[in-house]
Each structure stands twice: as structure tokens, then as C-alpha cells.
């Protein structure tokens, strides 16, 4: 099939082929900072960063990542959903690419309670990554390349341990960790060490404490950490200034709506988190006429 030309964005002098009808992910992403501009392929741009040749023994690097509209929602309630999910307007291949290039990089993931009781009503996502589809083959097999497990482990962090254990069953080949705070309830975690999965307490109270779940990690032998879960989680890892990198994704939409969720919730963090821009990618492809900046931010020192 002969390839055919696209205009690329003003930016660009640039004529680059693209296949017929369609935007694949080898189709180019912008670097607009550091300078100077350059176009890259989108598959392979986050797989570059080497995240977990960045950790040492005793500090795991931890990284998080979220999709955002321009007016800061992650996630939206509705009445046809139970819980708040990611906006369908925002949720794109491209981005969705990323997210799992991201998921290749870690030994570890750290999700939420809430996941899997979203997951037993049919309302997550997706399965967890590393994605079984076959589009991110190249990505499982670049993890066994570098040395890294077929999947990465599961930590869950939960207070309340309202884990569902049926939800837990498609991960049974990765090792499982529940992180809880000492004060949760005692019946709760017998509950789930009788169903194999092991219990961390990080936390004077029922809340776990960032930088204790962190050291814990470490001690554990974890190099590389992947927070996916949402606002809560993603607090908890600011408050105890563990976070080493944030790649957020913009999409260039407005959504408005009453009910949502941002990147973080909690107490007002004192003094403010300062981060610095690493990177600043401009995908003009997706979401469908829109396009999204892909940033990367990381704490100021
Ligand atoms: N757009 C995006 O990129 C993106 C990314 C991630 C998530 N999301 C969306 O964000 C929405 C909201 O997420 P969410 O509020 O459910 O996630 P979250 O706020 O991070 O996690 C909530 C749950 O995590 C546990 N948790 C958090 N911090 C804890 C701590 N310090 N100690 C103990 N447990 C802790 C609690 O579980 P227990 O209730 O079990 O105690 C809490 O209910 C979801 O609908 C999700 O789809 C969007």
C-alpha cells in the first residue's frame, strides 16, 4: 500500500508518512520544551525513560501518571454509573499506549481498594497492566528483555480492607500486597491472609503513611513503583514527598460537569508541592480533534 501525506501541524515543516487512512502509534508527537523541537514516535516514548534502572535499594523511584482535561477532571460521576469512571471523551489509544509503557517500567503497581470494588461491578477500566491485547506485545516483551517479570506486582492500599477477594482471582500469578494502616480491623486482614494474600500495616491509624509504605516496598527489594490509583492514593505519596516523576497527560478538552474527581484530595498540602517541567510533548492525534500535552513533571529540589 503506498503511504500517503499529511500536513503535520504548524510547528512542523516536516511531510511525514503516515498509513493509509489512519493514525498509528508510530505517528509523531511534538517535543515542545526542552528545545529544541523535535518529532518522535509516540510508541517507544515513555519505554526510553528507563524508569527502573532509577531506583536505588533503599528508594524506589516512584512515578504516577493521569489523564486530565483542561479543566482538571480525571474522572466523572454519572447516573449511569455507580462509581465515578474516566471521562469517555478524554480515554484514547494514544494515552492508553503510554499508560502501559509506563506499567512495563515498574517491578510494582499501587492501586486502590476501590479498583477492585470497581472491578467486581464491571466498572473499571480495564484489567490491570501490562495489557494481554495484543497491540502491547512488544511491550511484554521488552519487559523480559530488561530483565523485569512477566507483570508487575500488586500493592493495594485500603483502610476499610472491603477488599473483594473474587476480584483479586486474574492476578493470582502476581505476587499481592494489601497496605493497611495498624488500627485496621484485625477481622478483615485474617480474612484475606486466610485467602493467601499478605498484609502490610504502614500507619499509627487505619490510613497508611506514604513514606512507611514506601520503606517497606524498598525493604521488599522494589526498585520501580507505579502508582495508577486515583486522587487519594496519589495524596498519600505527595503528603510524604516519596513522588519522584508525575506524567500527566492534558487532552485540550473542557468538560465541565458537578461531580468529579482531579489529581489529588486531601488536606491542603503545606507547603505547596512544587514541580518542575522535565518534558512537554504535543500530540495533536488524539483525542479526535483535539489533541493532548504530554508532560512530565518532577519535585523541585
Ligand atoms: N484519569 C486518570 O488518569 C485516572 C487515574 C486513576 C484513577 N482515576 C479515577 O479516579 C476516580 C477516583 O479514584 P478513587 O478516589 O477511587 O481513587 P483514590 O482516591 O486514589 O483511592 C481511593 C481508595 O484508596 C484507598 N486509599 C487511598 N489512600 C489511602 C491511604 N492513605 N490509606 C489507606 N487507604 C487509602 C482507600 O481504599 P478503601 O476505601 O478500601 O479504604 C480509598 O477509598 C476513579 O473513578 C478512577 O477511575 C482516573
Redesign the pocket.
Known sequence: MAPFFISLPRQSNDRIPISQGHISMQTPVTRLYPAPCNQYSLNGLYLQHRLHRKGQPDAPYVYS????SLDG???LGGSDHV?????AA??NPRDWRL?QELAAQAELLI?????F??SLIG???DQLPVGKQAEFEDIREWRLTQGLREQPDIA????????PVAALEPYRHRRILV???ER?EQTRVTVLQRAGIEVLHA?AG?????GQ?ISQLAKSGYRSIYA?????????LLEANVVNRLYL?ITQQMLGGDIF?T?T?GPLLTPARRLSLASLYHDPYAPEEAGQLLAVFEPQT
Not at 501518571?65 to 486530565?68: A, E, P, S
Not at 462509581?83 to 471521562?87: G, Q
Not at 493495594?156 to 477488599?163: A, E, G, N, Q
Open positions: 501518571n493521569f489523564i486530565t477532571r480525571i474522572s462509581t465515578h469512571t474516566v471521562p478524554t480515554a499508560y492501586t486502590s481498594g476501590r479498583y470494588r470497581q466498572e473499571a477500566q493495594i492500599l485500603s483502610s476499610s480492607l472491603d477488599i497496605i493497611t494502616g485496621s500507619g487505619t490510613r497508611v503513611e506514604g509504605a495508577i490509583a486515583g486522587p487519594a492514593v496519589f495524596y498519600t497527560t474527581d489529581v484530595r
